[in-house]
């Protein structure tokens, strides 16, 4: 077992009506502040009013910034940070998914910093400070309300990238799992694919870690066992609460302490594909994982079979393999490239792409010719 | 699913030799040192220099206090205080396992507070402030490294009884695996059983909290697999790591998220066994649990069969209960009041005894007659 450290400042308000208590959270940090959210959803589903009402209460002063993509993009941050240091803001403030918490991250540090938000994701720039982020969550997938991660793309050169920052970590979470009720059953699904496949990053990390190990394992079957059924009952909030829930517990920090990382390898292959067709990210990995398993199968055969002997009840790596794609195509989610539109013919540029981007893995590193033929195992 | 908070606020220093990093994490809190500690087994094997190595390099200035007993007492906490009071610490520094760390919490409590500890233990004292706490743990068991409670006796009303406040979590645990090659095979085998009880008192608690049950197996498998080879090599440090970061997860929280509380009966259980014969805790909790299932055996025997399907394999609740007796009995833990040299001829004081401290669980309550039972399955 690798040294480590838990320290994960992050408090997280899990629950129904949790956001009864937003207002007074926001409070401590100052009255100022930068509401930043999405494509307008939280409109419809009344999540905005409700979030409105709480900062009206504390007579908050807001300013807005709307229109987070789905796959977000950094010159919206650039955008929303020069609104923000006119502005200055005393807490941030993100109602949405991954993507407009990640933006928020990377814009809580830009404020404060002369460099663009881009500069700072390259490592080019070293925030030392960063304006308080608090969240609501809206989607529950990529773990983000209680981690230091972001993943952002660029328009201009085109790269998608992770980044990550202890400064970035939120201070509060506000998780209600009925605040994901209006969530479509696709996004659903995706976001279940999307904790899987960050339990599996963390399984195919550097070094041994048991316990850790065991926890990817708990948190695959809980999705596997109880994401079925939310899918066939959208509106059911212990089932959304249990997905919620393990998405978080995917990506805080429970299923790598003890090793030295994760490996992200596939989450490189599959960030490619949103750069390049704007597919969902959790579609791009229920393409990318299955092809990555075949790809490691000669490779790592024994981890790959402990995996599928603890979850799936598999014997060796070929059942497993095919017991996460059999589950993948059982919600609906693609396994293949033809199913997110992508044909044949776009092979090259694809492959291209990989390599101007340097898709890799942290611990299994991908050679050009790993690339090419996992390019080839996603048709 | 319940409503819960997730704010842990300890940071865990987790892996070999991270005690070097003691001595500037004391200094951020200033250099007036309270050090605690227990019967002196810190001097024999080193971690008494190691630790004053640190304090010197921060030129600290150190008072102790020493002879926390196994079974820590309230006196000696009030005790210390009365040094503590007049010495004035910026900072405890506890070195040692579960008792010595149970006594600084309220220590940490008693010193600003004008009331008595056991005032504060019971709720008549309501303090506002605790000075920060620091631990090195020296033993895997109790997971008081990162929690918010302490146990201690009194042993002028003949109580022993649990007290929790987020003001007690310690700012800062030192977790090095290779500071426990020193305990005993049998108190090695009592943390085992302690944090599998701890795992279990959670899993019987009132709610449904699918992956807080997982948790609980894996806690329980892990234990279950490497214990016993760590019995057989107790130098190990990749087993003594594995154990001690098992017996942090099963009461840092993890095991009840979701849950309206664990149960606790089976601690209340062998707190009394404790008190009277001054015996081991996980001593006591390896005689009472197979007992305390055998009394839920009709109340419960979905709840003890679901359990034991997932660990070990188990068809019904008999099949279930064997197994985590013949686990500890394997082990060498005593599973009967005999093997801890108490005889039948002391049931009548043990009933009194047990009516007396109130014995009871949150979730399952225990009549006169359930414990009257209790005290006959454990013999």
Redesign the interface.
């Known amino acids: ?16 009506n ?1 956001v009864r208590d937003l207002g007074k959270t926001v409070e401590k940090y100052g009255r100022k502040v930068l509401l930043i959210y999405g494509g307008g959803s939280i409109k419809k589903n009344g999540i905005y009013d409700e979030v409105m009402g709480q900062l009206k209460q504390i007579n908050a002063e807001v300013i807005e910034y709307a229109g987070i993509k789905p796959n977000p993009i950094v010159e919206d941050v650039n955008a929303a940070a020069e609104k923000g240091k006119q502005f200055q803001p005393d807490v941030i403030l993100a109602v949405g998914g991954g993507s407009v918490i990640d933006s928020a991250k990377v814009l809580s540090l830009a404020i404060p910093c002369e460099h663009s938000a881009w500069r700072i994701m390259i490592n080019m720039a070293k925030p030392t400070t960063a304006i308080p982020l608090i969240t609501v969550l809206t989607l529950a997938a990529t773990g983000t309300e ?1 981690n230091p991660f972001a993943v952002l793309q660029n328009v201009q050169t085109h790269k998608k990238i992770g980044y990550g920052n202890p400064l970035i970590y939120p201070r509060h979470s506000f998780l209600d799992p009925a605040f994901t009720f209006s969530v479509s059953r696709d996004y659903t699904a995706y976001g279940i694919v999307d904790l899987i496949a960050h339990a599996l990053e963390n399984y195919f990390g550097e070094g ?1 870690a ?2 850790s190990d ?2 990817v ?3 695959i ?2 999705a596997m ?2 994401g079925p059924a939310l899918l066939d009952d959208l509106q059911n909030y ?1 089932l959304r ?2 997905i919620m ?2 998405a978080t ?1 995917a990506l805080n920090g ?1 299923t790598v ?2 090793r030295v990382s994760g490996d992200w390898g596939v989450h490189d292959i599959g960030h490619v594909l949103s750069l390049m067709y704007d597919a969902p990210h959790g579609a791009t990995l229920s393409v990318a994982y299955p092809a990555w398993l075949k790809l490691m199968k000669g490779r790592i055969p024994d981890r790959i079979t402990q995996l599928g002997k603890a979850v799936f009840n598999a014997s060796n790596s070929e059942e497993t393999i095919s017991s996460i794609e059999g589950f993948f195509k059982s919600i609906e989610c693609p396994v293949r490239m033809n199913e997110i539109g992508i044909n044949e013919d776009k092979k090259p540029e694809i492959l291209d792409m990989m390599i101007k981007n340097k898709v890799n893995g942290v611990h299994y590193k991908l050679s050009k010719e790993d690339i090419g033929r996992v390019v080839e195992l996603m048709y």
């Open positions: 077992m690798q040294n480590f450290k838990i320290e994960n400042p992050t408090v997280l308000h899990f629950g129904r949790v209680m041994d048991s316990l065991r926890f394992y708990s948190i079957r809980e066992e109880y212990d609460a249990k829930y393990a517990c429970l302490f003890g």
